[in-house]
């Protein structure tokens, strides 16, 4: 069992509500009927040892997490910059606005939202044999 607490009946979002992929993604975990723990990280610290989790549950390094294109990340580094583990925590410690996208946590899957939709993939239908996409219907 890992730190962050995980049960298939609740989805966990951690976001930052100062970029719009965030407040985007948390009307469509918003919409579910499941339990929901939403996590600003804005407001929020999320500690080392979560953010290590949160990368071996997405399986990708620690320095994925985190978008290198972001103005504030370029502000502040190159963005080739080569960094150690306890690096790459200090920046997501520091400035949790460049990571790089929404994680949903659903049970024990992980999962990066690049695109607010891409929420509805990640949820199983409310009905049994009801599609959670229209277009499939036919």
Same mark, same amino acid.
């Given at each position: 069992?890992?730190? +962050?607490?995980?049960?298939? &009946?609740? *989805?966990?979002? +951690?976001?930052?509500? /100062?970029?719009?992929? @965030? $407040?985007?993604?948390?009307?469509?975990? &918003?919409?579910?009927?499941?339990?929901?723990?939403? =996590?600003?990280? !804005?407001?929020? /610290? *999320?500690?080392?040892?979560?953010?290590?989790? =949160?990368?071996?549950?997405?399986? =990708?390094?620690?320095?994925?997490?985190?978008?290198? $294109? %972001?103005?504030?990340?370029?502000?502040?580094?190159?963005?080739? +910059?080569?960094?150690?583990?306890?690096?790459?925590?200090?920046?997501?410690?520091? %400035?949790?606005?460049?990571?790089?996208?929404?994680?949903? +946590? =659903?049970?024990?899957?992980? %999962?990066?939202?690049?695109?607010?939709?891409?929420?509805? $993939?990640?949820?199983?239908?409310?009905? !049994? @044999? *009801?599609?959670? /996409?229209? !277009?499939?219907?036919?």
């Amino acid at each position: 069992m890992g730190i +962050i607490s995980t049960d298939k &009946n609740k *989805i966990t979002l +951690i976001y930052n509500s /100062n970029n719009s992929l @965030g $407040k985007q993604t948390l009307g469509y975990v &918003n919409s579910s009927k499941k339990d929901i723990l939403s =996590i600003d990280t !804005a407001k929020t /610290n *999320i500690t080392d040892t979560q953010w290590l989790e =949160i990368s071996n549950y997405l399986d =990708i390094d620690i320095s994925d997490l985190i978008d290198k $294109k %972001h103005p504030k990340f370029n502000e502040l580094y190159n963005s080739n +910059i080569q960094l150690e583990t306890n690096g790459w925590l200090k920046i997501l410690d520091t %400035h949790p606005e460049v990571v790089r996208y929404p994680i949903v +946590i =659903i049970g024990e899957e992980y %999962h990066q939202i690049q695109n607010p939709s891409d929420f509805v $993939k990640f949820i199983e239908p409310d009905s !049994a @044999g *009801i599609s959670r /996409n229209p !277009a499939e219907e036919n």
